[in-house]
């Protein structure tokens, strides 16, 4: 594969996150040609500037179009607040070049829908940030699924918390605006609906009850305003092969801070998972004495690839960032016309109509089917 030229929209969070990912690929896979860190764009000049100095970037600009348009870069790292990916992705795809998107996709699923046609029309890659799949874990837990260590699973319960937003009295802040989508259902819930897909397929129906723990918040003038979001969602699913299952989000959950703790139940035995110990799985079976049986922890080690990648030695543990990397490669793989584990556009589109159906049993207050 030659050097890609990659432009960088954003530099918060998540786009550090990128920035990071980029610069790490090669060295940590050593199969490919280091990423060229062309362009780089954020909301004005002097702070762009500033970004790209820091990052390593070649260029910067105060207009994300003038990124796009450069003929330098061939795909697209986006990180920008949702509401903003629609627009940004769509006229990256135009300009043919490829996307690297964060979740979700956009607020609107009409929006969505055009990225999605956008994409088919550009034959360019758009792939979306969920970099939970790439953990070495949940790959495994994939595996360990299809072998039938645990029998034929028939229900999953999820639990995705964080604390972000618990405090009563934090300044309100663009989460809480309609603007950015429903809340806790597609800020949050998109990640364990990513990770239920690969696991478990497609979803059948879907039951939602939603909720505000805190109606107002404080704005930066000492003004009320209303909150319009949902900071807490309870769902039910059915899923196309039968499982059941339960998820319940939360951004205002005091002490958890990174939480998704998942539970798939089979007919033999049961897996847990925390992404609060990302290293870490347990599996139960049903075999031996029953006075001796237990949950028996596995280490995220060499044998669960790509850790391998990172460390020779089980047990010492990747991170976040080290999930992006992984992410990067398999879009790198994605770009080179090869297989890749990646959630694109149109897997995202099935993610997406979920949450909207979501929304929807909510406000009608019954199931919804996909």
Not at 114 to 126: I, K, N, Q
């Amino acid at each position: 594969m030659t050097s890609l030229g990659v432009g960088l929209i954003g530099t918060g969070y998540m786009g550090k996150c990128h920035a990071l990912a980029w610069n790490a690929v090669a060295p940590v896979f050593g199969d490919v040609e280091r990423p060229r860190l062309v362009h780089l764009a954020e909301a004005n000049a002097e702070h762009a500037a500033k970004q790209s100095a820091a990052l390593g970037f070649e260029k910067s600009t105060g207009d994300w179009r003038t990124l796009i348009a450069d003929p330098d870069v061939d795909i697209v790292s986006i990180t920008t607040p949702n509401v903003f990916h629609p627009e940004m992705a769509i006229a990256a795809l135009e300009a043919g070049k490829h996307v690297w998107c964060e979740k979700p996709m956009a607020p609107a699923f009409a929006d969505a829908g055009r990225m999605v046609e956008a994409a088919r029309a550009s034959g360019c890659v758009a792939a979306l940030g969920y970099n939970y799949i790439q953990n070495p874990l949940i790959r495994h837990m994939k595996k360990v699924l299809a072998e039938g260590t645990i029998g034929n699973v028939h229900s999953v319960r999820v639990e995705m918390d964080e604390d972000f937003m618990a405090d009563p009295s934090a300044v309100f802040f663009w989460k809480s605006e309609a603007s950015s989508g429903y809340g806790a259902l597609d800020d949050f819930g998109v990640h364990p609906l990513s990770i239920l897909s690969i696991l478990l397929g497609p979803v059948e129906q879907v039951m939602a009850d939603l909720a505000k723990p805190f109606h107002t918040r404080r704005t930066q003038e000492g003004k009320d305003r209303a909150v319009e979001t949902f900071d807490i969602a309870h769902i039910l699913l059915r899923f196309a092969g039968g499982v059941s299952g339960a998820i319940q989000l939360s951004r205002s959950a005091w002490g958890r801070k990174g939480r998704i703790a998942i539970q798939l139940f089979g007919s033999e035995g049961t897996l847990l998972y925390d992404q609060e110990r990302m290293n870490e799985l347990q599996i139960f079976t049903r075999q031996g004495k029953a006075s001796e049986q237990g949950f028996r922890t596995v280490l995220a080690a060499p044998s669960h690839h790509p850790y391998d990648k990172f460390i020779p030695a089980p047990g010492h543990g990747l991170g976040f960032n080290d999930l992006k990397i992984i992410e990067a490669r398999e879009v790198m793989r994605a770009v080179s016309g090869e297989g890749a584990h990646i959630i694109d556009f149109e897997k995202g589109l099935a993610i997406e109509r979920t949450v909207h159906a979501l929304a929807h049993s909510h406000r009608d207050g019954c199931w919804v089917k996909l």
